[in-house]
């Protein structure tokens, strides 16, 4: 059911919005409850002390990032990002505390990747049937199903490296194996049209150490060279969707092209996924040939990666001054021209300059830190370029400069902890399912984490919680028992007896932490679900909507956003008087946010409070100050000109356009 969740969030735009990632957590928190209660009374859980001390430090990082709340400049944002990180202690919780077998882990992972693999061609094939295939693009690059390309690949390059392993394994039904092979290969086909350019640096750096600590790592290498194959003999019609975008050409034409060539790679792939496992149950080689085999497919692997690596270098020419080329490229902030690829066009980007701005902050309040998702406001203020980025987009840095050195000591700790009960478990399972469902979920996981030391994935629920999820199981599988490789309900190791005053205080305090995280998830979620409301249907019924927004207010009582949506009607309905009641009410709640600012400054000078709005606008171009459109309305209420509201509003559409283009969200863009 868990993963269920994660597949449902990855459907929605990766579960970024709060209206859908708050009620999964609900939901989560529920089947942790009803976990942690069936099995306590069972006396059945026992985990490691690895894991106890790996929930202990996520839940020691959870406590104190709703500490930095209360010195948070954005107290609203910061208590969804606190919230946020409870819910991937609830996952992580969730998976640890499960008495894992091998196969039923290897059943949920694996089922995972398929369900993944199949909502991918769905994907593809909605575009190929819609109207406008282009509302799953931005830049040229698909976004859907996550919203953000990066963030598409991200979500599938993580599940094909479970997806491969359990396809090699001979202890997985062949048919599932077949499943399996397939889908490994639709996630990777399907991530190529995301054109992530952070995947290239991530994916290779991850495959290798996977491959290195994998159980059976010729196998693993014999099968992954079909997925290579098929990448490659399909490589052409999945990169030409970017190059139709780019160029002008026919999008319909070419997404039809990519969805036929992803669909026969993945009948090409499952049939010899299944015939292969087929003849694995029948042919077994003795033991002298299978090592003279992996010694064969390993020296073969070395050849083919040093020959990758002299190609490499006599195309790149001297790596010292080519790393120094990508780097000063890196710091630039300038975003190349993309050609007929986003994989060739460099690295340029702002992403030096958000990191910048993180640290800058991070040297002013190095122990607790700015508070947790409270780089927004830093960054309109100290940034260099004109994007309003949300996220420092880097995991790394936003748990440093967020939470300071005492959130990342226990964050790191975790990580460790976690990290090692994982290989530890690898290296004594050895080679068999337990330790490759072991190194599948690590390498899950440490794909998220490479990804998102340069990207913003921590926000999307749909990536971040099934990484947790499957690091958790990847500590928690029980060896294997007997020669079916399957553990009795009389072969599960007892949890010793606790004292009858000691559980029933433990259970007190569980009652009482599970009733905190439920009013902490409840609250800003049904305040999100009003204000989503409010902001779709106002137009229908305007005074339904403010009703709505005047809930929401006190339910969420740190955010400003149902103030500043409230503001935002009534300027479109030409209540002025309202507006300004709404914007002011807004920055009571967050004085740092510049709209309401400009729009009070507006509504000022079109009363001729000339005064009122000059100290307005000054003090939003001060929060915003690269702003074209608050220092194009400071100068004219400065010379005396009139100010447009309309135009305001007309400027800021078209600047969300700019930005992202015709999509799903935004499709009145021209």
């Known amino acids: 059911m868990a993963a ?28 942790l409850a009803v976990a942690v209660f069936a099995f306590h009374v069972r006396g059945r859980i026992s985990p490691g002390r690895g894991m106890i001390a790996a929930i202990a430090l996520l839940g020691a990082f959870a406590v104190w990032s709703f500490v930095s709340i209360t010195w948070s400049d954005v107290q609203g944002d910061a208590w969804d990002g606190a919230n946020r990180v409870l819910l991937y202690l609830i996952t992580f919780a969730l998976f640890a505390l499960l008495p894992w077998r091998p196969r039923s882990a290897a059943l949920v992972l694996g089922g995972y990747c398929v369900a993944l693999a199949t909502l991918a061609v769905i994907t593809v094939a909605d575009l190929a049937a819609s109207s406008d295939p282009t509302l799953g693009f931005i830049a040229g690059a698909l976004s859907d199903p996550t919203g953000y390309h990066n963030a598409t690949a991200a979500l599938l390059l993580a599940a094909f490296f479970p997806a491969l392993v359990l ?45 290195a600590l994998a159980p059976g790592r010729a196998r693993l290498i014999l099968w992954s060279l079909p997925v290579a194959a098929a990448a490659a003999l399909a490589a ?38 299944a015939a292969g496992a087929l003849v694995e149950r029948r042919v077994s080689l003795s033991p002298s040939a299978s090592r003279a085999g992996a010694r064969a497919v390993g020296a073969a692997a070395l050849v083919a990666a040093a020959a990758g690596v002299v190609i490499a270098i006599s195309v790149i020419g001297n790596p010292v ?36 701005v993180s640290m800058d902050e991070f040297a002013d309040s190095p122990i607790t830190g700015i508070g947790i998702e409270q780089f927004a406001v830093d960054y309109l203020r100290e940034g260099r370029s004109r994007e309003e980025s949300l996220y420092p987009h880097s995991v790394e840095v936003r748990i440093v400069s967020q939470t300071g050195l005492v959130g990342t000591a226990f964050f790191a700790g975790f990580l460790i902890v976690a990290t090692l009960a994982a290989l530890r478990l690898r290296q004594r399972a050895g080679n068999s399912l337990t330790g490759a469902v072991a190194i599948a979920g690590l390498g899950s996981f440490a794909y998220w984490f490479a990804h998102g030391s340069g990207d913003w994935f921590w926000a999307f629920a749909g990536l971040g919680a099934p990484a947790f999820a499957w690091l958790a199981l990847a500590g928690s599988v029980r060896p294997e028992a007997g020669p079916e490789h399957v553990l009795d309900d009389e072969q599960e190791p007892e949890a010793p007896a606790s004292p009858a005053a000691g559980r029933w205080v433990a259970i007190a305090a569980g009652v009482v932490l599970a009733a905190a995280a439920l009013i902490s998830f409840v609250l800003p979620w049904a305040a999100a679900r009003d204000v989503e409301l409010a902001a779709q249907n106002w137009s229908a019924g305007p005074e339904v909507a403010f009703e709505r927004l005047d809930r929401a207010r006190g339910l969420n009582f740190l955010s400003d956003r149902p103030d500043v949506i409230a503001g935002t009607i009534a300027l479109r309905l030409g209540d002025e008087r309202r507006a300004r009641d709404s914007f002011e009410a807004a920055l009571e709640r967050n004085p740092l946010a510049w709209y309401p600012r400009l729009e009070l400054g507006a509504i000022a000078a079109r009363k001729n ?62």
């Open 609 to 670: 409070e000339r005064g009122v709005a000059l100290a307005q606008l000054r003090r939003a171009r001060e929060l915003a100050p690269r702003d074209e459109l608050v220092k194009s309305v400071l100068q004219r209420v400065s010379s005396g000109r009139t100010v447009s509201l309309s135009e305001i509003e007309n400027q800021l559409r078209d600047r969300v356009c700019a930005l992202f283009g015709r999509t799903a969200e935004t499709p009145d863009c021209d």
């Open 236 to 273: 052409d019609p999945l990169l030409d969707v970017f190059k139709a975008l780019d160029e002008g050409g026919s999008i319909d034409a070419a997404v039809d092209d990519a969805l036929r060539a992803i669909l026969l790679s993945a009948s090409a792939l499952f049939a010899l996924g």
């Open 4 to 31: 269920g969740v994660f597949v449902a969030w990855a459907a929605v735009e990766g579960g970024f919005e709060p209206t859908a990632w708050y009620p999964g957590g609900l939901f989560l928190l529920g089947l």
């Open 167 to 211: 396809a090699s394994r001979r202890e997985v039904a062949w048919l599932a194996r077949g499943l399996l092979l397939a889908s490994a290969g639709i996630l990777f086909e399907v991530a190529l049209i995301s054109q992530s350019r952070g995947s290239v640096i991530a994916f290779p750096l991850v495959a290798l150490v996977f491959v």
């Open 321 to 356: 001054t080519w790393v120094g080329d990508q780097w000063n490229d890196f710091k630039s902030g300038q975003e190349n021209e993309f050609g007929e690829s986003r994989f060739t066009s460099g690295l340029g980007s702002n992403r030096y300059d958000f990191w910048r």
